[in-house]
T-cell receptor
Framework: AQTVTQSQPEMSVQEAETVTLSCTYDTSESDYYLFWYKQPPSRQMILVIRQEAYKQQNATENRFSVNFQKAAKSFSLKISDSQLGDAAMYFCAYRSRTGNQFYFGTGTSLTVIP | DAGVTQSPTHLIKTRGQQVTLRCSPKSGHDTVSWYQQALGQGPQFIFQYYEEEERQRGNFPDRFSGHQFPNYSSELNVNALLLGDSALYLC?????????????FGPGTRLTVT
């Protein structure tokens, strides 16, 4: 079974600085998707960024980028120029290419310090 | 365009009772998945419905059951509630069963069992 591990329960960053959230996963599949979701206190899960495993190029969405290391099964999220609105719980998630079931990590709570 | 909606927002039940949670998928989506998110944890997959049938199921007991209606909306039923069933229940919708399409999450229903 696929497992997703987030080893940083809590992280903090100064406003305008850069922070990196870590994620590792375990799978025997060769083709899959990886995601970072943001869950603010309002609870709605919001997609931050998505990576397709067969693409070697790291995904980027404005201030958010990933470092995808397929061989190492590592998928970290870098947030640049951190803003107060970035404060939330961040979940790393895995999904097979052939199915819809997500496997989530336990989350990293990000605090942004003004 | 309405996103995924869930009702009710909050619910308090007594141990042993039964509960029904509801989800309306995003317009154009025909597949609904349910997740349980315990406090401080990542969401855990309960099951998925497509064409009014349960297509995939996670590691949850038979007390958890569901239904999908012809308009693609879905219900999650939990019988014989336990204290451990207290959690945020998330619904996610997508188009089809393949993993290629994006999934959207609803805001969740907070269930408290006393």
């Amino acid at each position: 079974a696929q497992t997703v591990t987030q080893s940083q329960p809590e992280m903090s960053v100064q406003e305008a600085e850069t922070v990196t959230l870590s994620c590792t996963y375990d799978t025997s599949e060769s083709d899959y998707y990886l995601f970072w979701y943001k869950q603010p206190p309002s609870r709605q899960m919001i997609l931050v960024i998505r990576q397709e495993a067969y693409k070697q190029q790291n995904a980027t969405e404005n201030r958010f980028s990933v470092n995808f290391q397929k061989a190492a099964k590592s998928f970290s999220l870098k947030i640049s120029d951190s803003q107060l609105g970035d404060a939330a719980m961040y979940f790393c998630a895995y999904r097979s290419r052939t199915g819809n079931q997500f496997y989530f990590g336990t989350g990293t709570s990000l605090t942004v310090i003004p | 365009d309405a996103g995924v909606t869930q009702s009710p927002t909050h619910l308090i039940k007594t141990r042993g009772q039964q509960v029904t949670l509801r989800c309306s998928p995003k317009s154009g989506h025909d597949t609904v998945s349910w997740y349980q998110q315990a406090l401080g944890q990542g969401p855990q997959f309960i099951f998925q419905y497509y064409e009014e049938e349960e297509r995939q199921r996670g590691n949850f007991p038979d007390r958890f059951s569901g239904h999908q209606f012809p308009n693609y909306s879905s219900e999650l039923n939990v019988n014989a509630l336990l204290l451990g069933d207290s959690a945020l229940y998330l619904c996610a919708s997508t188009l089809g069963l393949a993993g290629v399409n994006e999934q959207y999450f609803g805001p969740g229903t907070r269930l408290t069992v006393t």
